[in-house]
């Protein structure tokens, strides 16, 4: 049910905070320890390299869960679009450990490889959102979401949900190892939950945003070094698939090895600088862009502000800023396509999903 919210988009973004909360719940008793079921932490001990298989958003979820299980946990991770994985398999280490990512757990494209993987011997875990589902019932183990039904075609709490797990079990692969994690996870979430709701409340904002940046154009870039380039990758999906206007992602040192041809006066850039690593080096990206006659719009996150920015994000963990950044994308997103009177929760030409190969 939407309630009083016009698109299921809308409402499921606002729910993002909530969902974080339960996650934290699900995963966390009382002393703030993880529970997960013992033959899951078993499997990634035994690994000696994760694979991840996912398509669409789930696959840039992803890819910001290979950077959290390589950097807490030191695992090696390869995150593989599903489609391309069945008849372009890698070479495999000894002891892989398949990681499905599904928000629908029925994508046909996922499950071709869940059963190839199968057929070789492999273990499997699937990270979805729902239980009963083909891939969950298919795989060794299930990760579940607790992010309550997604109905719009544009997946967004699931996104975010995606992340949170996948935060978790690199923190509990990283303590079962042996390894120091530098931060309190259960806070750290605590604040990336209470920022999302300064995001949810800043929709005028994101609003004029759609309106100033996108009302017109024919297309847009995202651009971002690091795990920003894996969020412009999904505000770029989000943007194309909901308002048809096209968009691309792009790492910011990639511009200028082509991309940056596309550049006319007024094209949209909106780049995100949320890792202090970078932050210089993505402001010259900007710089670049603008010098051809880009119309920038830069999110950063507090305490990397610059004069000139449009939007700053509340502070929180720079590692755990995916959950945040995101957030702004998907509410300019949703303002772009209404204001293009598109179907916002039924784009054309897509399903939820997708279980045809
Ligand atoms: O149910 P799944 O997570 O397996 O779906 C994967 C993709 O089809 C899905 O994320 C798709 O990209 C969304 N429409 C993106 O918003």
Redesign the pocket.
Known sequence: EKGTYPHFMLKEIDEQPFVIRNIIQKYQDENDNIMLEEGIRNAIKEADRLYII?????YHAGLVGKQFLETFAKIPVEVHVASEFSYNMPLLTEKPLFIF???????AD?RAVLVQVKELGYPAITLTNAPGSTLSREADYTLLLHAGPEIA???TK?YTAQIAVLAILAVDSARAKGLHIPFDLTKELGIVANAMEVLCDSKEEMENIAKEFLATTRNCFFIGRGIDYYVCLEGA??LK?ISYIQAEGFAGGELKHGTIALIEQGTPVIALATQEHVNLSIRGNVKEVVARGANPCVISLKGLEMEGDRFVLPSVLEAFSPLVSVIPLQLISYYAALHRDCDVDKPRN?A???TVE
């Open positions: 996912a398509c669409g958003t789930s990512i599904s928000q629908s757990g029925e994508t996922s075609v544009a997946s699931a999906l989000k698939e897509l939820k999903s997708v």
